[in-house]
């Protein structure tokens, strides 16, 4: 026993060993990118090496693993340099740096960023080729280096990059040849460079927005349509809920009862009723007034049966949103088992891009949040369809839905506990007033 006792304090201690390191080695990394960027006084103060779990620093994301996902600093006025030692962050899948003042090259280390998927240094300032060691990055889908000062021709390992979905790397100095596979890129911009495409060559430096668009209006109007449908569906749905359950409820005061207001009062509501004309709405045939009664006149129904009505339709009401919350969920649950090829219509026989599906579906889930402060504006939707913010709103959801999806499931097993569990205590009586 006591040897067993040992060997688990051991693994404890590893562990724990194991985690600090990797705190360690992940705090280092990024102290030094703020270093070497010159990160104003006012920014970043949190980032302090004594603060050992990078995880609780702004501007950072983590995993359930506490490793570090996503950085982003944007706009911050930074002047210095790309540090190499980022290229340790061998789990960030996002990186955003766009809109300081950064000079320099870009380091080769950041060919060792394995699980990048976002990549953005666009309006920087700077300098040197591109490295060919970017062609490493398997998992990069939005490389956006616009808006620099960089030189010489782009890499040809660019072309090793199969996921590519969105390259901008117009407003540089970048001169010769094009790889032949950045052309088939979606989306994609060459312009304010001395390269071999636009008005002397067969290909544009910039992809049509026509052609570029066509996958993207689509999936707009989709987008568009599903959750503009739903919401109207379920608005008119509680609407006629409320005005059959007011009308019910109020039946007797609308017929004997004096309207507050007058006469006034009760012919804006005689107007206003009348305009409610629908096939499961009673129609107003008429009214009658007395100087003490108001009597408004409905087609004879027999006993209990606008009751019944109503019953149908909250049953209906109840229906749509029980619909719309398992589609949601199952949605979820395709996305995170990467399924998605489940729900895409079998007629198009694969003759679609599985990158712009995922894009579409994240682009939907992140419109369907439960908070309408947390559901994207449509122009952020447009943006997000072209390539642009997606990575950052998707790797912050995420974050969201695991926290949530935590909280869930302890509180589950914390209901689930047995009648012997050390936490059924019995009630405690509070204390008078004091």
Known sequence: MPLKMELVFAALLLACLHHLVLSNLQGD???????????????????NPSHVDPCTWSNVICDNNDQVTSVTLSGMNCSGTLSSKIGILNTLTTLTLKGNGITGEIPKEFGNLSSLSSLDLGNNRLS??????????????????????????????????QNLINILLDSNHLSGHIPEHLFQIPKYNFTGNRLNC????????????SDSGASNKPKIGIIVGIVGGTIILLLFVGLLFFVCKGRHKGYKH??????????????????????AVHRNLL???????????????????????????????????????HMVNMLTIMVKKLEREKRLDDIVDCNLNEHYNIQEVEMMIQVALLCTQASPEDRPAMSEVVRMLEGEGLAERWEEWQHVEDTRRQEYERLQRRFEWGDDSS????????????
Do not use: H
């Open 198 to 209: 636009g008005a002397n060559f067969p290909q544009p430096c910039e992809s049509d927005n």
């Open 128 to 161: 040197g080729e591109i490295p060919s060691s970017l062609g490493d990055l398997k998992r990069l889908q939005f490389l956006t280096l616009s808006q620099n000062n960089l030189t010489g021709a782009i890499p040809e390992s660019l072309s090793r990059l």
């Open 254 to 275: 609308d017929m004997f009862e004096d309207v507050a207001g007058g006469d006034a009062a009760f012919q804006r509501e005689v107007e206003m009723i009348s305009v």
């Open 29 to 47: 990394a990024l102290y030094q990118l703020k270093l070497s960027l010159g990160a104003p006084a006012n920014q970043l103060i949190d980032w």
């Open 423 to 434: 936490y059924n205590q019995l009630a405690i009586e509070l204390s008078g007033g004091r």
């Open 283 to 321: 129609r107003l045939i008429g009214f009658c007034t007395t100087p003490s009664e108001r009597l408004l006149v409905y087609p004879f129904m027999p006993n209990l049966s606008v009751a019944y009505r109503l019953r149908d339709v909250a049953n209906f009401t109840y229906f749509c949103k």
